[in-house]
């Protein structure tokens, strides 16, 4: 079972672009071409962060809004996590974030396990979580 690695997260959007432009401005995600699929009414794209990760964004009317609440966690997918590398990284990032008028439910801070991290909400309220490793 070697090679086993996640291969890409999808979020489903009702603004495509305005979360590609996110993802691009504050993570330097590079985005592939548009994906459209006139048929069902589908769009994508693929965004590649620097590490090879890559994250697939997408939209389609008919995909119902969510009913969570982004602020309470809940069983199921609840966040995923983008390293910026430094303490002094994630600190600046929230900072930037809370500036751009973007949402940080929870302050950069060590974690019991080693981690230092803050929580912040992307234009669609998906948690992302931005750490140090």
Not at 47 to 53: D, I, R, Y
Not at 84 to 111: C, F, H, Q, W
Not at 114 to 128: K, Q, S, T
């Amino acid at each position: 079972m070697k090679n086993i690695y996640i291969e890409h997260i999808g979020i489903f959007t009702r603004d495509l672009e305005r979360l590609r432009s996110f993802y691009e401005t504050y993570f330097g995600a590079v985005s592939g071409d548009i994906y459209r699929n006139k048929k069902n009414g589908f769009s994508s794209y693929f965004l590649k962060f620097s590490t090879g990760a890559r994250l697939e964004l997408m939209q389609m009317d008919s995909i119902p809004d969510s009913k969570d609440d982004p602020i309470i966690e809940f069983i199921g997918l609840v966040h995923f996590a983008i390293s910026v590398g430094s303490i002094d990284a994630v600190n600046e990032m929230a900072a930037k974030l809370k500036v751009a008028g973007y949402s940080v439910v929870r302050e950069p801070r060590k974690t019991g396990d080693g981690y230092y991290e803050c929580v912040i909400l992307d234009p669609d309220g998906n948690r992302v979580e931005l750490c140090t490793s």
